[in-house]
C-alpha cells in the first residue's frame, strides 16, 4: 500500500470515527431534547383537550341548569308545558340522550293524586317524565329505579344538594340497556330539595366523539377513564367496548386520578401523560391519557442522523480527495522523483542531478538528497585518486606485519628469559626474608644481653659509690664485685661473639641484596626488549628492586647498630677490667691500725 492510499484510508477511518462519535453525540442532544419538546408539547395538549372534553360532555349542563332554574323560579308549573321543554332541550343538542325531571312526592304543584298510574307518573302520581332519543326519534317514558339506594342519579343529589356528574352506568331505555353518563342537579326551594333536573349522554356518543379526535396524524392514542374504574373509550383498540380499567394496565392512569398529578412516563414503546380532568366543579377527578409513539421521535432522530451521515459522507469523499489531490502535487510527484534518481544513484548511475525550487519540507529533502549525491561524487573521485597511495601503503604494511612478526619472537623469548629471572627473584627474596628474620632475632638478643650489661653497670655503679662509705663490707663486696665483673665480661665476650655473627649476617644479606638488584635490573631490561608484553615484568622487577634496596637500608642500620653497640661494649669492657683491678687484692698490703685503750 502507497503513503497516498495509507493517507486516503487513515483519513477515511479517522473522519469516519469522529463522525460516527459527534453524530452520536449529536442524536443524544437531539433525542433528549426532542423528548423534552414532546413532553412540553403532550403536556400542553392534554391540557388543551381536557378542557375540550370538559366543554364537549358539559354541554348537556346547560339544559340541564335551564330545566333546573326554569322550575325553581316557578316560570313554569304546568306538567304539560314541562314535557313540551324537556323534549325541546333533548332536541337541542344532537349529543343528548334525553332528559329528564324526578320530584318528590307532591313537590311539583301538589296535585300527585290526580295522576296515579297515569303515562309520565309513578303509582303515586309524582310526576318523573323523561324525554329520550330511541331510534332516531325522542320518546317520553317515566324514569325508574329512582326510588332504589343504588340509583346515585337521583339519591345522590338528593344527599349533596349539588350538581352531580355520575359514572357511566346501565340504564333501560325504551326496553334496551344503554351505557350512558348523567349530569344532575338538584332543584331546591330555599334549602329544601323537591328534586333533580339532569342530562345523559350516551357511552356510544362519548366514545364516537374520542373516535373523531385525531392526535398526532392519527399516530397518538387517547384513553378516558371515568372516576368510578369505567374505560370510557381506548385509543389502542377503539372499537372495544366499555369494560373496568384494570390497575396492571397502567397503574400511573389511576395514580393520577389519586393524586391529582400529572403521571408523565413510557411504556411499550410510548411516551404516555396520565392527567386528572375535572368534568365539573368540586367533583371527582377522570383521568384522560394521551401517548405519543416514541418512535416519532426516534424517526425525526434518525432522520437527522442519516442526514448528518449523508452529508458526513460527502465531506468524507470531499476530504479525501482534497487530501489524495494536495498530497499529490505537494509530496508524491517530488518523491516519485527521487525514487527515479535514487534508484538510479544505487544502480551506479550519478550523472543525474536533483533539485527543488520550494523552499518546504520536501523541497528541503530533494536538495539534501541532491547534495547528498554531490557529495558521493565528490568522495569517489577522491577514492580513485588515492587508491594507489593505499596500495603503496598496503605492501609496506606487509613489511611491517613481517619484522612485527620477528620482533614478537624476540620478544617471547626475551619474556620467558624475564619469567625464569623473577623466579630467581622470588627465590633470593625468600632467602632475604630469612636472613632478615635471623637477624631481627640476633638483634633482639643483642638488645636482651645490652639490658642485662646495663643493669648490672647500674649495680657496680651503686656498688662503688657506696664504698667509700661501707669500708667495713667492702671486703665482702669486692668479692661479689670481683665475681659479678668476671659474669660481665664473660656476657661482654659472648655479646661480642654474637655481633660478630651479625656483621656476618649483614654481609651475606648485602650479597644478596646486590645479587637481587642486579637480577632486577636484569629483569627490567629483558621486560623493556620485550616491550607491552613485558611491562608486568618491568613492574614487577621495579618492586623487587625496591625491596632489595629496602633490605640494603636494613642491613645498613643493622651494622651501623651492631658497630654502635660493640663501641659501647668494648668501652664496658674496658671499665669492667679496670674494676676488676682496682678491686684485686694487693700483695704488700698493710693491715689497718686500731687504737686501743691506754
Do not use: C
Amino acid at each position: 500500500m502507497t503513503i497516498k492510499q495509507k493517507l486516503a484510508t487513515g483519513t477515511s477511518i479517522f473522519t469516519f470515527l469522529s463522525l460516527g462519535i459527534i453524530l452520536t453525540v449529536i442524536s443524544v442532544v437531539i433525542y433528549n431534547k426532542t423528548k423534552s419538546e414532546v413532553i412540553e408539547n403532550l403536556s400542553t395538549i392534554t391540557d388543551k383537550m381536557s378542557l375540550e372534553v370538559t366543554s364537549s360532555l358539559s354541554g348537556p349542563l346547560n339544559e340541564a341548569y335551564i330545566l333546573k332554574k326554569t322550575i325553581e323560579e316557578g316560570s313554569i308549573l304546568d306538567r304539560g308545558k314541562t314535557l313540551k321543554l324537556l323534549n325541546v332541550l333533548t332536541a337541542s343538542d344532537q349529543t343528548i340522550l334525553g332528559t329528564y325531571v324526578v320530584f318528590e312526592p307532591n313537590a311539583f304543584d301538589g296535585l300527585d293524586s290526580n295522576f296515579r298510574n297515569a303515562k309520565y307518573h309513578d303509582s303515586t302520581g309524582r310526576f318523573v317524565p323523561y324525554s329520550v332519543k330511541s331510534n332516531g326519534k325522542i320518546i317520553i317514558e317515566p324514569v325508574i329505579d329512582y326510588d332504589k339506594e343504588e340509583s346515585g342519579f337521583y339519591q345522590l343529589p338528593k344527599k349533596t344538594k349539588k350538581l352531580e356528574l355520575l359514572p357511566p352506568f346501565s340504564y333501560k331505555v325504551d326496553g334496551v340497556d344503554t351505557m350512558m353518563v348523567s349530569l344532575v342537579y338538584p332543584i331546591l326551594k330555599g334549602d329544601k330539595f323537591i328534586g333533580i333536573a339532569g342530562a345523559d349522554l350516551s357511552l356510544q356518543t362519548i366514545q364516537d366523539y374520542f373516535r373523531k379526535i385525531k392526535l398526532f396524524e392519527g399516530e397518538g392514542k387517547l384513553t378516558f377513564i371515568a372516576n368510578n374504574g369505567i374505560l370510557l373509550f381506548d385509543g389502542f383498540h377503539p372499537e372495544k367496548e366499555s369494560g373496568v380499567w384494570k390497575d396492571e394496565w397502567d397503574p400511573n392512569v389511576n395514580l393520577a386520578m389519586s393524586s391529582g398529578k400529572k403521571q408523565i412516563y413510557t411504556d411499550d414503546g410510548y411516551l404516555h401523560i396520565s392527567a386528572p380532568i375535572h368534568l365539573v366543579k368540586d367533583g371527582n377527578p377522570w383521568t384522560i391519557r394521551i401517548s405519543y409513539p416514541i418512535r416519532l421521535i426516534t424517526n425525526e432522530i434518525r432522520f437527522l442522523f442519516w442526514l448528518a451521515l449523508i452529508l458526513g459522507l460527502i465531506g468524507i469523499v470531499i476530504s479525501v480527495s482534497s487530501n489524495y489531490i494536495i498530497f499529490h502535487k505537494l509530496v508524491d510527484i517530488r518523491l516519485q522523483n527521487i525514487l527515479h534518481f535514487t534508484d538510479k544513484a544505487s544502480k551506479g548511475d550519478l550523472t543525474h542531478s536533483l533539485s527543488e525550487m520550494k523552499n518546504d519540507e520536501m523541497g528541503r529533502l530533494v536538495n539534501s538528497v541532491g547534495m547528498m549525491t554531490d557529495n558521493i561524487k565528490q568522495i569517489l573521485a577522491v577514492a580513485q585518486s588515492s587508491g594507489g597511495e593505499l596500495s603503496q601503503t598496503t605492501s609496506q604494511m606487509g613489511k611491517s606485519i613481517f619484522e612485527l612478526s620477528d620482533l614478537a619472537q624476540s620478544q617471547a623469548a626475551s619474556s620467558e628469559e624475564a619469567s625464569a629471572t623473577v623466579e630467581e627473584l622470588n627465590a633470593s627474596s625468600e632467602t632475604i626474608n630469612g636472613n632478615v628474620r635471623q637477624a631481627v632475632d640476633n638483634t633482639k638478643s643483642i638488645h636482651e644481653s645490652l639490658i642485662t650489661i646495663q643493669g648490672l653497670v647500674q649495680n657496680i655503679t651503686q656498688a662503688v659509690e657506696g664504698f667509700g662509705k661501707i669500708a667495713v663490707e667492702a671486703n665482702q663486696r669486692a668479692e661479689e664485685g670481683r665475681n659479678m665483673a668476671s659474669l660481665t665480661s664473660e656476657a661482654i665476650e659472648e655479646i661480642q661473639e654474637k655481633s660478630q655473627m651479625i656483621t656476618e649476617f649483614s654481609d651475606v644479606i648485602s650479597n644478596i641484596s646486590e645479587r637481587t638488584s642486579l637480577l632486577a635490573l636484569n629483569a627490567a631490561i629483558e621486560a623493556a626488549r620485550a616491550g607491552e608484553s613485558g611491562r608486568g615484568f618491568a613492574v614487577v622487577a621495579e618492586e623487587i628492586s625496591k625491596l632489595a634496596s629496602q633490605a640494603a637500608d636494613s642491613v645498613s642500620q643493622i651494622n651501623q647498630l651492631s658497630a654502635g653497640a660493640l663501641e659501647s661494649i668494648d668501652k664496658g669492657g674496658a671499665q669492667v677490667q679496670k674494676l676488676i683491678q682496682s678491686n684485686s687484692p694487693r700483695k704488700n698490703k698493710k693491715e689497718p691500725r686500731t687504737n686501743s685503750p691506754t
